[in-house]
């Protein structure tokens, strides 16, 4: 049996934290000791009753202080031995990395880091390369990190697709009844509409405003269509949220949900415009997986997956015109473009599998030691 450690600033919800959850649930199913530390949210809950232990320890706030943590955690680690140490974001993987080179080697955890974004290439995200193997999400990822940091090397660089859990992602999947009728209640306006929705955190890199102009390009021959954004609104950005409603009073902003599965299966179509390439793109997929259309600009791990699974959905980086013109090839045919939409090999599952089997050799081989390079001038030591 393992006992595996997943470290990263909280459980509200996100991409990495519901991958951090599902290979907690996955580690249980298989008879493994799962604990995962962070700051604490929404999907704690869920992670306690799957089985896994939480440790509720904020080591993911980006301040100096901070550091301070360290010790703590060479300490806790001590006494914890886990087979595995596995950071999932930049902060908690410096307090990691440095209280785990502080460890004995004969007591070291095996250190395991996953490149969940495309992160500004400087020293403070270097960490990110330090792992005795370096998950990448998609190719797009490994490319980051191969073309950003060519000291480390290739062999310890491993592949593993997100994946979607198909078994409530699938195109049979209906909102119930109830459901129904409750968001009706809620949003009234919105009956009777065609529903293009943005999901993502309310951000200028979400690409709101592309949004709103695809929108706007087809309003005037679609009286019909209603511009949907789903994602929490940080205060830091509740006047970001105020200026869209100023620029497109049909916008409709409906801030966190925890139904978006539903809310995209009532869609027409998913929209994906981020004003720069993202890692992977979790909702695209789960969209697609359900059988909603998505329009996404074609790069990143986004135009990864709509390659494999809805080619007519790429459109060119930036163009909310050609953005536009593929929205409206969904609306001139919607059960045609369902149609289109073709299976794909992006499995929970798999992405669970291929990640144990990674844990189960790494814990099987060499004594831990170094990471196989030096340590750039400038970057944080302790």
Same mark, same amino acid.
């Given at each position: 049996m393992l006992k595996v450690v997943q470290v990263l600033p909280a459980l509200d919800g996100g991409g990495v934290e519901q991958g951090t959850v599902e290979i907690a649930r996955a580690l249980v199913a298989a008879g493994h000791e799962s604990v995962v530390v962070s700051g604490g949210g929404r999907l704690t809950a869920e992670l306690h009753r799957d089985g896994s232990r939480h440790i509720s320890w904020d080591i993911?706030?980006?301040?100096?202080?901070t550091l301070l943590e360290v010790r703590a955690l060479r300490r806790w680690l001590a006494g914890e031995r886990p087979a595995i140490l596995h950071a999932r974001s930049r902060m908690p993987a410096w307090i990691c990395w440095l209280a785990w080179r502080g460890l004995p080697k004969d007591v070291r955890p095996r250190f395991v880091t996953t490149v969940?974004?495309?992160?500004?290439?400087?020293?403070?995200? &270097?960490?990110?390369? #330090?792992?005795? %193997?370096?998950?990448?999400?998609?190719?797009?990822?490994?490319?980051?990190?191969?073309?950003?940091?060519?000291r480390v090397d290739? &062999?310890?660089?491993? #592949?593993?697709? %997100?994946?979607?859990d198909k078994t409530r992602f699938h195109k049979q999947f209906r909102p119930s009844p109830e459901w129904l009728a409750e968001w009706r209640r809620q949003y009234p306006a919105l009956v009777g509409k065609r529903l293009v929705t943005l999901p993502g955190r309310l951000t200028r890199l979400k690409g709101h405003r592309d949004f709103i102009d695809m929108l706007e390009r087809l309003r005037p021959g679609h009286p019909d269509l209603a511009g949907l954004v789903v994602g929490g609104v940080e205060p830091k950005h509740r006047a970001y949220a105020d200026e869209l409603k100023t620029l497109a009073p049909h916008l409709t902003v409906v801030g966190h949900r925890t139904d978006l599965r539903e809310i995209m299966a009532l869609s027409t179509a998913v929209a994906s415009l981020s004003t720069q390439p993202e890692s992977f793109g979790r909702t695209v997929l789960e969209a697609?997986?359900?059988?909603t259309p998505v329009i996404g600009y074609d790069y990143g791990g986004v135009g990864e997956v709509l390659a494999e699974v809805y080619p007519q959905g790429r459109a060119v980086p930036g163009d909310s015109a050609d953005a536009a013109a593929r929205l409206a090839m969904v609306?001139?045919?919607e059960d045609a473009a369902r149609g289109a939409i073709g299976d794909h090999g992006f499995d929970v599952r798999r992405m669970c599998a291929e990640t144990l089997a990674l844990y189960q050799e790494l814990a099987g081989g060499a004594d831990a030691g170094g990471t196989g390079f030096e340590q750039p001038?400038?970057?944080?030591?302790?």
């Open positions: 993911g706030r980006k301040h100096p202080a969940h974004g495309l992160y500004s290439v400087n020293a403070y995200s &270097a960490v990110m390369t #330090r792992g005795e %193997r370096i998950i990448a999400v998609s190719d797009t990822a490994q490319w980051y990190v191969t073309e950003h940091y060519p290739p &062999a310890k660089l491993i #592949r593993i697709y %997100r994946g979607v697609l997986s359900l059988g609306l001139a045919d001038h400038g970057e944080l030591a302790s």
